[in-house]
């Protein structure tokens, strides 16, 4: 909720390496944060998300930190493909447990 | 296909016109959303409906947008009095009651106002 910031804006990297974009929140009672994957003219497409009551949660090669304490939270990618090509948004609910607020998002490039 | 479906994708209009999209959700999903999207920028919230009662409008909600859920199923979005600063992406999602709980979006409708 109120604001996120989302760095960088762009990312660009060589298959196989790693990728990380991290997300900051402004809203102490944040307690949902998803991640959308969007590739051009395409619907945003959950990716992974984490609750407040976790610290790390990982889907393959896929994985999400939040550091509650300095209210920022980053996603992870390993082994980076070209289909993960693609602009990521990161969001958070707030203290609602309906509505999100979006960073600006990234685009990720990656290089084959 | 079950999942969240708009209708239609694309609709060019003149300014002044008015414009209704259409969004039927995942099927046992409650809760409905409507987001906008501009280029370059990530979905912004525009109201949300727990089944038929809507429950919240953001303040880019004008009094030109009006939305509606009547059976809590599908919804629409009307826009009245268009202008070339509505055009956008109109995003839809859903999602189980309660939570915060995970939103799937549809395909969206993307407005032209020329």
């Known amino acids: 909720g109120e604001n996120v910031e989302q760095h960088p804006s762009t990312l660009s990297v060589q298959e196989g390496d790693s990728a990380v974009i991290k997300c900051t929140y402004s809203d102490s009672a944040s307690n949902y944060f998803p991640w959308y994957k969007q590739e051009l003219g395409k619907r945003p497409q959950l990716i992974i998300d984490?609750?407040?009551?976790?610290g790390e949660k990982k889907d393959q090669r896929i994985a999400v930190t939040l550091n509650k304490t300095a209210k920022h939270f980053s996603l992870h990618i390993t082994e980076t493909q070209p289909e993960d090509s693609a602009v990521y948004f990161c969001a958070d609910s707030g203290g609602s447990n309906y509505k999100l607020t979006f960073g600006k998002g990234t685009l990720l490039t990656v290089n084959p | 296909d079950t999942g969240v479906s708009q209708d239609p994708r694309h609709k060019i209009t003149k300014r002044g016109q008015n414009v209704t999209f259409r969004c039927d959700p995942i099927?046992?999903?409650?809760?409905l959303y409507w987001y906008r999207q501009t280029l370059g920028q990530g979905p912004e919230f525009l109201t949300y409906f727990q089944n038929e009662a809507q429950l919240e409008k953001s303040r880019l909600l004008s009094d030109r947008f009006s939305a509606e859920r009547p059976k809590g199923s599908f919804s629409t979005l009307e826009i009245q009095r268009t202008e070339q600063g509505d055009s956008a992406m109109y995003l839809c999602?859903?999602?189980?009651?309660?939570?915060?709980?995970?939103?799937?979006f549809g395909p969206g409708t993307r407005l032209t106002v020329t």
């Open positions: 999602a859903s999602s189980l009651d309660g939570g915060p709980y995970e939103q799937y």
């Open positions: 984490i609750r407040s009551n976790v």
């Open positions: 099927s046992e999903h409650n809760r």
